[in-house]
């Protein structure tokens, strides 16, 4: 039925059978290479086979041999082992990472992959394989690779930095390297062309560029690459896609994107300004619309982007009414405890204000304008029923003179004394 089938552990004479087997030369070593294979899906054989003399270097000096096919398997082997959530089996590894950048220039796309991904468990699991593959080049050895015209290896390789970026030692270590590299400039490029070049390698990469956002020690650098307006630009495009054919697994790539802009805009000044454009509130609502329901992580991260628009800008502000989307956000908030608190802040206290002004410019030119008026009544009838704790605030900032101001008018006398 496709349910992942994990071996029994072997006893320890029978790891040492199968390494024999490996050892022996016979014509039966790929046999005894693809049952070693399966035998060390399981996390005890692993922990036995590392511990036996001379285990590793055997599969090493198989992985670099000349015959294609024992290559592939010992290969296949070492990956199994990389799987490996014991830090002592990835160390006993450390003999394998300068083979594996060597060989990420290979000329089989199946085995660069292969390599990839092996280099990526391990840099999860040890900070003594990190430590050990910057002073090998990894960096520059990635920068070559992210330049492959094959998908199945800007996959793997945006894998291999994802790890590496999630690292403690990253903000003072690795992303210093990063930046001095092409790898930034083509990480944009290809999240940005993720729609057309694959969307698997443009995940990757748009979390990569997360982390780097995170670290807090690169922003300056994105920004000067024009990481805010390649990252707008894309979000516009991916929103405009949902409405027909969204291809599956957008939303793994609207995430990270998503958080990227929100983080840039928490922490730099005058970013604001590079995005005054209203199609992306517009944006930020179809993609709300369209995973509310099947992806309702995707409300949060669409909430902090605009509450980080919305603070101290009065451009976003202005349009969330001119939109007219207030009553959309408003009904996000019994979405989870954190949208709401999202959907709160996003009135307070700049749209909230503006509400306010409204009524106050309408009571004084009535007539061609009531129907703004009504508008308001009608956004302050969804505040209220949302939102109850809405009222004690308006009442502080004045609100019941300002409807007491539209008794008198026939057309808003119901709903404002409803209200």
């Keep these: 039925n496709g349910a992942e089938i994990v071996p029994d552990p072997l006893s320890e004479n029978e790891v040492l059978e199968l390494l024999r087997g490996v050892q022996r030369g016979s014509e039966d070593r790929k046999r005894s290479l693809n049952r070693l294979r399966w035998a060390l899906q399981n996390e005890e054989t692993q922990q036995k086979f590392v511990r036996l003399d001379g285990s590793i270097r055997t599969l090493i000096g198989l992985f670099t041999s000349s015959l294609a096919d024992l290559q592939m398997e010992a290969a296949r082997c070492l990956h199994e082992l990389s799987h490996s959530s014991d830090p002592a089996?990835?160390?006993?590894?450390?003999?394998?990472?300068?083979?594996?950048?060597?060989?990420?220039?290979?000329h089989s796309v199946e085995f660069t992959e292969l390599c990839l991904y092996t280099l990526?468990?391990?840099?999860?699991?040890?900070?003594?394989?990190?430590?050990?593959?910057?002073?090998?080049?990894?960096?520059?050895?990635?920068?070559?690779?992210?330049?492959?015209?094959?998908?199945?290896?800007?996959?793997g390789l945006g894998y291999v930095l994802s790890q590496l970026l999630q690292a403690k030692e990253a903000p003072t270590e690795i992303i210093p390297l990063v930046l001095d590299s092409v790898l930034p400039q083509h990480m944009l490029r290809l999240v940005c062309s993720g729609l057309k070049a694959g969307i698997g390698a443009a995940v990757e990469f748009a979390w990569c560029l997360h982390y780097i956002v995170c670290s807090h020690t690169a922003?300056?650098?994105?920004?000067?690459?024009?990481?805010?307006?390649?990252?707008?630009?894309?979000?516009?495009?991916?929103?405009?896609?949902?409405?027909?054919d969204a291809p599956e697994g957008l939303e793994l790539l609207i995430c990270p994107v998503l958080r990227c802009l929100g983080n840039l805009l928490a922490e730099e000044t005058g970013c604001e300004v590079q995005m005054q454009d209203e199609r992306l509130l517009i944006a930020l609502f179809l993609i709300l619309q369209c995973f509310l329901q099947q992806h309702p992580f995707?409300?949060?991260e669409c909430l902090w982007l605009l509450n980080n628009l919305t603070a101290d800008e009065p451009f976003f502000c202005s349009a969330l009414f001119?939109?007219?989307?207030?009553?959309?956000?408003?009904?996000?908030?019994?979405?989870?405890?954190?949208?709401?608190?999202?959907?709160?802040?996003?009135?307070?206290?700049?749209?909230?204000?503006?509400?306010?002004?409204?009524?106050?410019?309408?009571?004084?030119?009535?007539?061609?304008?009531?129907?703004?008026v009504g508008q308001?009544?009608?956004?302050?009838?969804?505040?209220?029923?949302?939102?109850?704790?809405?009222a004690a605030d308006f009442v502080r900032q004045g609100g019941h003179q300002a409807l007491e101001q539209h008794q008198s008018t026939p057309e808003l006398q119901e709903r404002a004394q409803a209200l």
């Design 322 to 372: 001119s939109l007219d989307l207030l009553p959309a956000l408003l009904q996000l908030l019994p979405c989870s405890q954190m949208a709401s608190v999202l959907v709160r802040t996003c009135f307070m206290p700049q749209v909230w204000g503006q509400a306010l002004d409204f009524q106050e410019h309408e009571s004084r030119t009535h007539g061609a304008q009531v129907g703004v």
């Design 120 to 155: 990526g468990n391990l840099v999860i699991e040890s900070e003594a394989v990190r430590k050990q593959l910057l002073p090998q080049g990894i960096i520059p050895v990635l920068a070559s690779c992210i330049q492959s015209p094959h998908e199945a290896v800007l996959e």
């Design 89 to 106: 089996v990835a160390e006993a590894c450390l003999p394998l990472t300068s083979y594996l950048l060597t060989y990420l220039s290979g």
């Design 376 to 390: 308001c009544l009608e956004l302050l009838h969804l505040l209220f029923l949302h939102w109850p704790e809405a």
């Design 298 to 300: 995707i409300v949060q």
């Design 219 to 244: 922003n300056a650098a994105l920004l000067s690459l024009g990481a805010l307006p390649a990252l707008t630009s894309l979000l516009l495009d991916l929103a405009s896609e949902i409405p027909q």
